[in-house]
């Protein structure tokens, strides 16, 4: 189940195949839920962009208090840069996460991400699975979390 209501968004994706997605008030909701989507770009405010499906070569959303999730593996590159804006990837394979801005929260949750970076003030970035290389965060008031093994340079 993936939720968000209101400002200050609330999304919440643990595993594949999410079978509800919902969005309550204004604002715009889009979704793609197939695969071989080679590119998903969004700029605006108060959006919400969701791609649930594999082989996503980039997702790329500017803006403020936006909401980016791509849920599947093969995610070649996700960018995002704006204030208060949350990026999830919760699955394998991802080459490279990078989210630059104030009070942001930056999530990959599963196995082989090789580099997550994360640089701004009031942030959070959370790797919780095994073989991540390097983890980086530069800022204040920051939160480091990563809490499996096989954690190499840090």
Known sequence: MLTQKGSNDLAVNTELNTPMLTQKGSNDLAVNKQHDTPMLTQKG??????????????????G???????TEHNTSMLTQKSSYDLVVNTDHNTSLLTQKGS???????????SLLTQKGSNDFAVNSEHQTSMLTQKGSNDLDVNTQSTIHPC
């Open 103 to 113: 009070n942001g929260f930056a999530v990959n949750s599963e196995h082989d991400t």
């Open 64 to 70: 403020s208090n936006d909401f980016a999730v791509n």
């Open 45 to 62: 405010s108060n959006d919400l962009a969701v791609n649930t499906e594999l082989n996503t070569s980039m997702l790329t959303q500017k």
